[in-house]
Nanobody, 124 residues
Framework: QVQLVESGGGLVQPGGSLRLSCAAS????????VGWFRQSPGKEREFVAG????????NYEDSVQGRFAISRDNAKKTVYLQMNSLNSEDTAVYYC?????????????????WGQGTQVTVSS
């Protein structure tokens, strides 16, 4: 088992930025691929960004491409999601997820471990 804790969410104005963090308790965090997902009321949970276990490959949902950046620091056992140019459609609860895999997946079903989520609200 790996424990995941998200942080960094909050209220931000349109056009603003936030950086989310996902901290893991697992000592062999390098063995986990990690994805960020988000869910808003009335919508299915959707993939946002993912990163391979060594950080050499990343993947993004089309609507966040060029605005968001995922990265990881395996020494700190942390994955980050830098979010820029935020708009109201980015409002959601953001979750990080991890699994023992080489590459990130776009499907939430592929991830075994999940954090509790952090709320991001974009509003003027």
């Amino acid at each position: 088992q790996v424990q995941l804790v998200e942080s960094g969410g909050g209220l931000v104005q349109p056009g603003g930025s936030l950086r989310l963090s996902c901290a893991a308790s697992e000592g062999t965090f390098v063995n986990y691929a990690v994805g960020w997902f988000r869910q808003s009321p009335g919508k299915e949970r959707e993939f946002v960004a993912g990163i391979s276990r060594l950080g050499s490959a990343t993947n993004y949902e089309d609507s966040v491409q060029g605005r968001f950046a995922i990265s990881r620091d395996n020494a700190k056992k942390t994955v980050y999601l830098q979010m820029n140019s935020l708009n109201s459609e980015d409002t959601a609860v953001y979750y990080c997820a991890a699994d023992l895999a080489y590459r990130e997946s776009l499907s939430s079903d592929k991830y075994r471990y999940w954090g509790q989520g952090t709320q991001v609200t974009v509003s003027s």
